[in-house]
């Protein structure tokens, strides 16, 4: 018998053998609003039941998106070779089909984490008539690779003489080749103390390689206005606070909400300092955007 048949979670097929998973918790008012929780890269949708008895007044919708937790694991099932390089539009029109499953027609608020933070900037600059509110906790904005200027400068350098035939083919392609493997490598060591599974690292790697092809700032006009809200912590030793400080000056004031800092903590501070992230939700959610 398949986990399909037999777990508890609620599944919906997307696309041929692709499943999400997800779990819906209506409150006990017909006229409430709905928070969708998205994950961080790893992470499956229990990582927020903590959260779920905070909230009694929303409804709460968490997913596993593709390759995240059961998801993840029914593809894994299917075909071990699955390639799971998935770009975060995938992920988003997922999302979709999830809310009209749902049939869940009023503008939703979104808590997304880290890689979910992505997802959601996606999201809401293709549909912001389904978003009222975006509380990103430490979230993915572009690739890390590239998250100060001046890697931005020699990335631009190196394809501009790319394009010029400036660099032989066979030289430009070996080193890219080359900088692909050093990446891989980096990256299974980065993950390998909290995924201690190959096949679940793998798995995030090819996630995060699905990303790295997104950059929120190229979307920021397009969020609904007063509905970005930020929460890192001065610490992240994975995203540089330079990024979030540019992040915040380029994003338009009138799509702000407010910005805050935990001075302690690190990248996960979903587990951290779940007590903080809590009621910094509950602030988002429960009150007046500010700026």
């Not at 961080?40 to 229990?46: N, Q």
Request: hydrophobic content about 40%.
């Amino acid at each position: 018998m398949s986990w399909l048949e037999t777990a508890h979670e609620n599944v919906l097929e997307v696309d041929d053998n692709w499943h999400i998973a997800y779990q819906w918790s209506p409150a006990k008012t017909e006229d409430a609003r709905t928070i969708l929780f998205l994950n961080g890269l790893g992470d499956t949708y229990h990582a927020w039941a903590s959260f779920m008895p905070k909230f009694p007044n929303f409804n709460r919708l968490q997913v596993d998106l593709r390759g995240q937790g059961r998801a993840m694991e029914n593809r894994l099932k299917h075909d071990a070779e699955t390639n799971f390089k998935i770009e975060v539009q995938t992920q988003s029109d997922d999302l979709v089909k999830l809310l009209a499953h749902l049939e869940i027609d009023s503008p939703v608020d979104i808590a997304a984490y880290s890689y979910g933070g992505g997802v959601a900037f996606d999201f809401a600059s293709r549909y912001p008539e389904k978003v009222r509110r975006l509380a990103f906790i430490a979230p993915y904005i572009m690739r890390l690779d590239r998250s100060f200027p001046l890697q931005r400068l020699w990335s631009w350098q190196w394809s501009t003489a790319r394009h010029f035939g400036l660099i032989p083919q066979a030289l430009g392609n070996g080193l890219e080749h080359a900088y692909e493997t050093f990446l891989t490598a980096y990256m299974n060591q980065r993950y390998e103390e909290r995924m201690r599974d190959p096949a679940h690292r793998r798995v995030a790697i090819d996630l995060t390689y699905g990303i790295m092809k997104f950059n929120a700032f190229d979307v920021l006009d397009k969020l609904p206005d007063r509905s970005v809200f930020l929460l890192s912590s001065d610490c992240d030793t994975l995203v540089p606070r330079s990024l979030y400080r540019e992040f915040w000056r380029r994003l338009p004031e009138h799509k702000r909400g407010h910005w805050t800092r935990v001075e302690d903590g690190e990248h996960l501070l979903l587990e951290q300092k779940p007590d903080v992230v809590c009621e910094w939700l509950r602030g988002v959610f429960t009150q007046d955007a500010r700026t």
